[in-house]
């Protein structure tokens, strides 16, 4: 059974408007999560990342919010962009280590001229 | 130019033919790993290492082996593939210490198995 989901397997918004990725976990040992961004042909990047101690993360057009009573978190990209296009995976994490990571299973993010 | 290469990125072969997919990363990371891409099931762990002569399963570390003689390269064998494994493969690489959860991902390499 999946640990980490995400329901959406894909969304498609307008350039300018804000993109929202959702993302929900069952394990309550998770105590840091991140997200990657993947173009194709190329590996996924590393995006912006949250620990349990906090409820919100921000870096520049990207805000990370975390809900752990329903162990929900969520990616908001504000506004978005044509090149924000590209498969966005949630990870989660038991503690600080690489080898603790898993993965969601990815939405793909298409946005609008 | 800090990477992870991986080689080959695409590669057709046949049920039972033996293939290494080679990574090596130049970043001088302690911890490299391997994923496996496919579709609605995210990026799902084969094996990783921690540091040299130590490796671990992942999740899915049927039909795989790896090793780590050398801190810059941990291969990925399959000894007898079959079509199951046909899949988009990832090696990752990050420093233990201080870990910002940031891994370092190659760029893929694609494996079909017919």
């Known amino acids: 059974d999946q640990q980490v989901k995400q329901n959406s397997p894909s969304l498609s918004v307008q350039e300018g408007r804000i993109s929202i990725l959702n993302c929900d976990y069952t394990n309550s040992m998770f105590d840091y999560f991140l997200w990657y961004k993947k173009y194709p042909a190329e590996g996924p990047t590393f995006l912006i990342s949250i620990s349990s101690i906090k409820d919100k993360n921000e870096d520049g057009r990207f805000t990370v919010f975390l809900n752990k009573s329903a162990k929900h978190l969520s990616l908001h990209i504000v506004p978005s962009q044509p090149g924000d296009s590209a498969v966005y995976f949630c990870a989660a994490s038991e503690g600080a280590a690489g080898n603790m990571l898993t993965f969601g299973g990815g939405t793909r993010l298409m946005v609008k001229p | ?114």
């Open chain 2, 1 to 114: 130019e800090a990477q992870v290469t991986q080689n080959p990125r695409y590669l057709i072969t046949v049920t039972g033919k033996k293939l290494t997919v080679t990574c090596s990363q130049n970043m001088n990371h302690e911890y490299m790993s391997w994923y496996r891409q496919d579709p609605g099931l995210g990026l799902r762990q084969i094996y990783y290492s921690m540091n040299v002569e130590v490796t671990d399963k992942g999740d899915v570390p049927e039909g795989y082996k790896v090793s780590r003689k050398e801190k810059r390269n941990f291969p990925l064998i399959l000894e007898s593939p079959s079509p199951n494994q046909t899949s988009l493969y990832f090696c990752a690489s990050s420093f233990v210490g201080m870990w910002t959860g940031e891994l370092f991902f190659g760029e893929g390499s694609r494996l079909t198995v017919l």
